[in-house]
């Protein structure tokens, strides 16, 4: 049994990570903005707090055995300033404090978007890493952090992951399953050739925690094991559906310029980085995981998305409402309208 | 000469976040009980606690007496480094004054007050300006002819610090870098790597003026040197990190850099300017600055023909300076740093 702490374990992502922590016996303290929903009995403390308070993040940090750091602001934010704060100062902050209390680990989620559009596949952990955006720059920056408070002394393993998904963590998905329900024509870039991987949030904090458990391995790569092209992956997904929505094939020059139209009149909930890797190649080799981990996923690209479909179809008059993080947030899109015509 | 026992267990910096001070703390933060950081804001003092625990951040402005109080409160010894100073201005030429000259009257103020270990005081080649040919190297005792605002304020700073310092008041050394380059280097250094990747940096004049130029890592040695060496005290050194080259070497020395760390750069006719047209922006910098005003663009076109060139004889002798770092191993340190960051070159 160790104790935990979870920085934005209100989030999807942090609740799974909690509840598979609470599963196996530890104790679990979450350090979000918001409170979590309530787990009656578990062994969960909570504070409510801002990364960037370095003086929350010290207090959260006391008496812990090993420190999960998950705040990130995502991609769908947009907000150049938060991107720095939260994603680079708020790892500073946790760094500083995790050093200070002396956990014994610290594991810290980076993200595959530090490695930009890759020249090879697959990427391993040191392969490259040529962010394209600001959101690859800050996860960089954290990760020069954690590199920095490593040779300092303190044990840090940085966990990337591929696109996550699971039924809480829809984000752009979204956009593509109002498409599918529709029957509609389901865009991919240039034929959709590209090999897209995912993770599900369940695989990853499996990963997550089996790195807490043991000493050192700075870096993972985690993605799913059985995963396609873009196209095959969004195919598995009609079929399954039987809505009559078919994959469609759109030019990419002409598509992310549509996006990024669509985001900068704001009908569209895009990122530079969407548009950037949505028709791009980029999956990891996950050797070193399975080899120091013993990391095995257990979900596949059409599973997870078939999963997540079905949570959002009998989910999805529900969405509407106050106080979600951005990749739970269902998005508004004046854009569908215009997708939907592709047909 | 040098008595390194003695070497005090707490050093304080000024301008910690700067170009010099990321390197000088990375440096001594793993054999110091403390080092003290003048940062300006929380989000800085979060990024440079990061180094390690000896790292303590006080946040304040170098021109604010309680900002400096609390950053020397209990360093009775330390050595205080004081690097903070504004070299390209954003608002105005007032602002080299305010913090260049106002900073270090401040910070010699409140070092004689309260008390610290010896100050040593990170100034520039702009207080000599260009030398009359490219065979002329600066030595300690060459004539001042200030270069624009920037030169004068850190000129009437190293009078402050050395005036002081015959004063009694406390105990200075004056350390004079060149043109530096080296991780943690600022966006403006980035620009200048990227246009010469791209072959479009300009040569003014034929290139054969030479420029000394310091490695960051040479430079935080002779602070060190500065430190621990007591006949030092009083005194003023050039430092660089050796011979100076000519503008084409430097040029071609970070092109081979570039190539050697994976960025081919481009080939092709390299934008060529003759000396007049840098004459003329020297004349148009100094009618703006005269009325407060401030072009880092031109700043820099004004300067690129000259021969700014010293001699380290000095620094060699009596600190003991010995640059290890090469400009073409500097240069290839520095775009790895930009790597690492994903700094796109």
């Known amino acids: 049994m160790s104790r935990l702490l979870v920085t934005g374990g209100s989030g999807y992502f942090g609740s799974v990570l909690v509840d598979q922590a609470l599963a196996r016996g530890d104790e679990v303290r979450i350090l979000d903005l918001n409170p979590p929903e309530p787990r009656p009995g578990a062994p969960v403390d909570v504070v409510v707090g801002d990364v960037r308070d370095a003086d929350v993040v010290r207090r959260a940090c006391e008496g812990i055995d090993v420190v999960h750091h998950n705040v990130a602001q995502v991609p769908l934010a947009r907000d150049r300033d938060l991107f720095w704060t939260v994603n680079v100062v708020g790892t500073a902050n946790v760094v500083v404090a995790a050093r200070d209390a002396a956990v014994a680990k610290l594991v810290t989620t980076s993200s595959s978007a530090v490695y930009g559009i890759p020249e090879h596949n697959p990427v391993d952990e040191s392969s490259p890493r040529r962010p394209l955006e600001a959101y690859g720059r800050a996860k960089l920056e954290a990760e020069a952090l954690c590199a920095e408070a490593v040779a300092a002394g303190l044990d840090v393993t940085i966990i990337r992951p591929r696109t996550i998904l699971g039924h809480g963590r829809l984000g752009i998905m979204v956009i593509l399953f109002e498409l599918v329900a529709e029957g509609a024509a389901v865009p991919v870039l240039d034929g959709g050739d590209n090999r897209y991987q995912l993770v599900h949030a369940e695989d990853l904090a499996d990963a997550c925690l089996r790195a807490g458990d043991r000493p050192g391995g700075l870096a993972y790569n985690i993605g799913a094991s059985e995963f396609g092209t873009m196209r095959e992956t969004l195919e598995a997904l009609c079929r399954h559906a039987g809505t009559g929505a078919r994959v469609r094939s759109v030019p990419a020059g002409p598509a992310r310029l549509a996006m990024r139209s669509a985001t900068a009149v704001g009908v569209a909930p895009f990122a530079p980085y969407h548009w950037l890797l949505y028709g791009e190649s980029l999956w990891f080799d996950t050797t070193a995981a399975r080899r120091d981990l013993g990391w095995v996923p257990a979900h596949s690209n059409a599973d997870m998305v078939i999963e997540s479909y079905e949570w959002w179809r009998a989910h999805r008059h529900d969405l509407d409402g106050p106080g979600r993080s951005h990749h739970q947030s269902p998005v508004r899109f004046g854009l569908l309208e215009l997708l939907k015509r592709l047909r | ?113 309260r008390g610290a270990g010896r100050l040593i005081h990170v100034s520039s080649n702009s207080p000599f300006g260009a030398n009359p040919g490219p065979d002329h190297r600066f030595t300690e005792d060459s004539p001042r002819h ?29 350390l004079r870098p060149p043109w530096f380059y080296g991780p943690y280097q600022p966006e403006r250094q980035t620009r200048w790597l990227r246009a010469v990747r791209r072959n479009r940096f300009p040569m003014v004049g034929d290139g054969s003026n030479r420029r000394s130029m310091v490695f960051t890592g040479n430079l935080v040695h002779a602070v060190l040197r500065a430190e621990q060496v007591q006949a030092a005290a009083g005194r003023a050194y050039w430092i660089a990190d050796g011979p100076p080259p000519t503008m084409l070497e430097v040029i071609d020395t970070v092109r081979a850099a570039l190539d050697a760390e994976g960025f081919a750069p481009a080939g092709g006719p390299r934008p060529r300017f003759p000396r007049a047209v840098g004459d003329v922006a020297e004349r148009v910098d100094g009618f703006l600055q005269a009325r407060g005003r401030y072009s880092q663009v031109l700043h820099v076109l004004g300067e690129l023909k000259d021969t700014i060139a010293c001699d380290t004889t000095r620094a060699e002798i009596e600190l003991g300076y010995q640059p290890a770092t090469t400009l073409l191993d500097g240069m290839r340190a520095s775009i790895r740093w930009c790597v690492d960051r994903g700094i796109a070159l």
Request: proline share 5%; hydrophobic share 45%; glycine share 8%.
């Open chain 2, 146 to 174: 200030p270069y624009m605002g920037y030169g004068r304020s850190k000129a009437e700073a190293e009078d402050i610090v050395l005036a002081a310092h015959e004063r009694g008041h406390l105990e200075a050394v004056v």
């Open chain 2, 1 to 113: 000469m040098t008595d390194a026992a003695a070497l005090p267990r707490t050093m304080v910096i000024t301008g910690a976040t700067g170009w010099l001070g990321q390197n000088l703390v990375r440096a001594v933060a793993p054999e110091r009980e403390r080092v003290r950081c003048l940062v300006r804001t929380p989000e800085e003092a979060a990024l440079l606690a990061v180094v390690g625990t000896s790292v303590d951040p006080v946040i304040g402005d170098v021109r604010d007496p309680d900002a400096l109080d609390r950053l020397l409160d209990g360093a009775a010894d330390a050595t205080v480094v004081h690097t903070a100073a504004v070299i390209h201005p954003t608002t105005g030429t007032r602002e080299l004054f305010d913090v260049n000259v106002g900073g270090t009257q401040l910070v010699v103020d409140r070092v004689r007050r």
